[in-house]
């Protein structure tokens, strides 16, 4: 079963950067496309990254878009959202999901972590 432990969630002032990161096992981690996600109080839970296999390929949400960057570590099992800019929009939790193709739609991703909370505040 994939399971997958979220980290690197903090309290950061506006335009401040953190780095997420997610250790993912219970499966071939290279095998699949990877994405992030978040979920803010009260809202859906909503698309922010993928990026496929190889790592070579990434697509990002319209409102993170040249401000965050995920990537992968396929040898560490790890998948990784760079955040730099933040702003206090930006405030949730952040989950990762491996899907067989990378993909926007929360359906395609199969098990949930428990997340990390980033929070962006003066």
């Known amino acids: 079963q994939k399971q997958f432990v979220e980290s690197g969630g903090a309290l950061v002032q506006p335009g401040g950067s953190l780095r997420l990161s997610c250790a993912a096992s219970g499966h071939t981690f290279s095998n699949y496309a990877m994405g992030w996600f978040r979920q803010a109080p009260g809202k859906e839970r909503e698309f922010v990254a993928t990026?496929?296999?190889?790592?070579?390929?990434?697509v990002y949400a319209d409102s993170v878009k040249g401000r965050f960057t995920i990537s992968r570590d396929n040898a560490k099992n790890t998948v990784y959202l760079q955040m730099n800019n933040l702003k206090p929009e930006d405030t949730a939790i952040y989950y990762c999901?491996?899907?067989?193709?990378?993909?926007?739609?929360?359906?395609?991703?199969?098990?949930w972590g428990q997340g990390t909370q980033v929070t962006v505040s003066s």
């Open positions: 999901a491996a899907a067989p193709v990378p993909s926007m739609a929360t359906s395609l991703y199969g098990s």
């Open positions: 990026i496929n296999r190889s790592g070579d390929s990434t």
